[in-house]
């Protein structure tokens, strides 16, 4: 798994992006799971995570309204499939309204650039 902590900042929320490759629901439970097991990323206020796995679409917001939608979008134009990306938010207190899909499209593009997969 990789991660990019500490690559964005607003308003107090800190994001960070993380995956790798996953054939199955349960490989992208593995890797959700092996991310937690930092007491950082388990005390996060969302662990939102899409991948396409064999075909099938899956995602999860973890209470971010419609970032999985988002990430999934994103893997989907980038035609990466059975790969889960995680966005990880720490909510700093300060809604961010719309900005927040900007930062969360802009970690999963971080992501493809830094590993070469968009």
């Known amino acids: 798994m990789q991660v990019f902590d500490k690559i ?3 308003r107090g929320s800190r994001y960070a992006v993380s995956g790798g ?3 199955s ?6 890797l959700l799971a092996e991310l937690k097991r930092s007491k ?9 995570w899409a991948a396409i796995l064999s075909g099938e679409a ?3 917001d973890d209470g971010e ?5 988002l990430i999934l979008q994103m893997l989907d134009r980038a ?5 889960v ?3 990880t938010r720490w909510y700093g207190g300060k809604p961010l309204g719309g900005d927040r899909f900007r930062h969360v499209a802009d970690a999963v593009r971080l992501y493809l650039r830094e590993t070469g997969k968009g």
């Open 25 to 30: 629901r349960a490989e992208a439970a593995a």
């Open 65 to 69: 309204a419609g970032a999985g939608a």
């Open 58 to 60: 899956v995602k999860d």
């Open 79 to 83: 035609g990466l499939q059975d790969h």
């Open 40 to 48: 950082r990323f388990a005390k996060a206020t969302h662990n939102s």
């Open 8 to 10: 964005i900042a607003d």
């Open 85 to 87: 990306v995680i966005v």
């Open 21 to 23: 490759p996953a054939a």
